[in-house]
């Protein structure tokens, strides 16, 4: 079988599912959200990811966000679905599910807890390349106890449905080996915007995006910069994501609570977190407050005051 080629690049928000206070689902919320990014210039999604809270939500639920992406997106950019799970006939029957809705992908980390061993992670692609739907590998070993290293993404290479790669690791020597060894088969992503300019650097063509649920106008200019070449631009984008992830780690909240506090301050459609995750304390609300208003984010000044 020959080998798919996909052409997803540019920022794909790892996009926060939006819940209400208490804790159901908030359909509306979800498509507000995606024509605000749309808005914002992004180029695809990624529907219920880690950032999109996967872990919190039912089976039945992650379906239900597929469709309403489908139905909300029609066709203007890829829509990547997040379908990882514990298990291995989970993962299939999601990506199945999103394949039968007509997404364009799906995003697979490799089973978390879990701890499967090296030739059991390839295994486990192997049964979800069956499907028939583009993979892009997810690389978070934090998360999931497993690191896919350039030797394991050059064998998942060898599968035709595999098309991309997101690397999470804080590791670049690890990323740099990883995207030389297969970008010749795969879209290779930065999963942490920091390191994007390194990424790309070294082949990169695109960011999965979890502060773009924040400043998706700033990682879209950085991006595009860094498609183009123009290496020499993204000094105001890079140091407002910078400032962005000073700010998270200042303020000590989990990553997906933050970005959903950011949020709201800011007039966007995040909604509230789901347990066990629980929304800030007023005084890590105001610290969040007062570090965005120091921040220079691309088009969110009116918002911003507004929101004051």
């Known amino acids: 079988m020959a080998h798919q080629r996909c052409d997803w690049q540019g920022v794909y928000p790892a996009a926060v599912t939006p819940f209400t206070k208490d804790g159901a689902l908030d359909e509306q919320a979800t498509r507000d959200l995606i024509e605000v990014f749309l808005a914002d210039g992004v180029h695809g999604f990624i529907s219920v990811g880690s950032t999109g809270e996967w872990f919190s939500l039912s089976d039945q639920e992650r379906v239900r966000v597929f469709e309403i992406y489908k139905e909300q997106v029609k066709g203007r950019v890829p829509v990547v679905a997040g ?20 997404l364009d992908g799906c995003m697979v980390l490799p089973p978390p807890y879990a701890m499967p061993t090296k030739e059991e992670v390839i295994g486990h692609y192997a049964e979800v390349a069956k ?27 060898k599968l035709p449905e595999v098309v991309a790669f997101k690397d999470s690791t804080k590791d670049l020597y690890q990323t740099s080996e990883a995207f030389y060894a297969v970008q010749d088969r795969m879209a290779c992503f930065a999963g ?16 999965v995006s ?40 200042a303020v000590g909240a989990a990553n997906y609570v933050f970005v959903k506090e ?21 005084a890590v609300r105001e610290k969040i407050r007062a570090g965005l208003a120091k921040i220079d984010l691309k088009g969110q000044q009116a918002t911003r005051a507004a929101a004051e």
């Open 83 to 102: 379908t990882s799970a514990i298990g291995t006939r989970e993962t299939v029957a999601l990506t199945q599910a999103a394949k039968d809705l007509g």
């Open 131 to 157: 499907v028939g739907l583009p993979i892009m590998i997810y690389n978070n070993p934090p998360r999931t106890g497993i690191n896919v290293d350039a030797a394991m993404a050059s064998e998942l290479a």
């Open 192 to 207: 942490l915007e920091p390191y994007g300019l390194a990424a790309f650097s070294r082949g990169a063509v695109g960011i």
């Open 210 to 249: 979890t502060i773009s649920n924040v400043c998706a106008a700033d990682v879209v200019e950085y991006c595009e910069h860094l498609l183009a070449g123009r290496y020499d631009q993204v000094a105001r984008s890079q140091r407002t994501i910078d400032e962005c992830y000073h700010l998270l780690a």
């Open 262 to 282: 950011a949020m709201a301050i800011l007039g966007r459609p995040g909604g509230f977190p789901r347990m066990p995750y629980r929304p800030v304390s007023d």
